[in-house]
């Protein structure tokens, strides 16, 4: 089968209609969304029945999860005040796990953790890619052999020391972030504007092959829509895809 990939769309209802509309040209009829529909200061009702109207199936990220209990700050709370109640638990009810083949395993971010990245760990203040050993050792034992998991933005494919491969499409609609967490605050930056996602070729749970897209959409349009919303941080990720550099 081939299996369109998107992940991390965040409210971009410009981006996420470009690649619906790349996969559909391309003629690929299978599609799964690995989570966060919808927090962003963009257009987040429209993406989220977007999603509903196409039935593809997703899993719950963490700020799908966020925004149905109620965030009271920053995206999440945006996202929320332009949702009905049913919408919104609608989010709150996605699984966190789906298995679209034999053989494959679909979440966020970690299997047991949707707010912790497995591909990835923080270097200086920015997202980097972790060794093989350290993405085995938090996935632990699966009987999946192929694993898509998004939540870091960041395209990445990684074959592990006992033949599993893990695949992270990158993100639809939201090119770079700031997570000023303690204790580790940092950056995820893609570097560019464009619109990623990804299409496997999957056969008995094997990955035969796998097309990581970048796609050319109307960002400058979607940074207009989160200037109007007074979100400059935004505004500069979505043209740019690094995030505004201070003094």
Known sequence: MHL??????????????AVLADIDRRGVRNILNLGDVVSGPLRPRDCLERILARGIPTVRGNHDRWVAEGSTGGSDAFARDRLDPAQ????????????????????????GDDNAYLM??????????ASAEAVSARLGATAATLLLCGHSHLAGLLRLPDGRVVLNPGSVGCPAYVDPTPPSPHVSEAGSPLARYAI?????????GCEMIALGYDHEGAATQAEAAGRPGWAHALRTGVMPRHA
């Open 120 to 129: 990835e760990e923080v270097v200086a203040g920015r997202l980097l890619p």
């Open 4 to 17: 369109a990939v998107l992940a991390d769309i965040h409210g971009n209802i410009l981006a996420l209609d």
């Open 200 to 208: 496997a070729e999957i056969e008995g749970g094997r990955l035969l």
């Open 88 to 111: 919104a638990a609608w989010l709150g009810a996605l699984p966190p796990a789906l298995e679209p083949a034999a053989g494959v395993l679909a979440f966020h971010a970690q299997p």
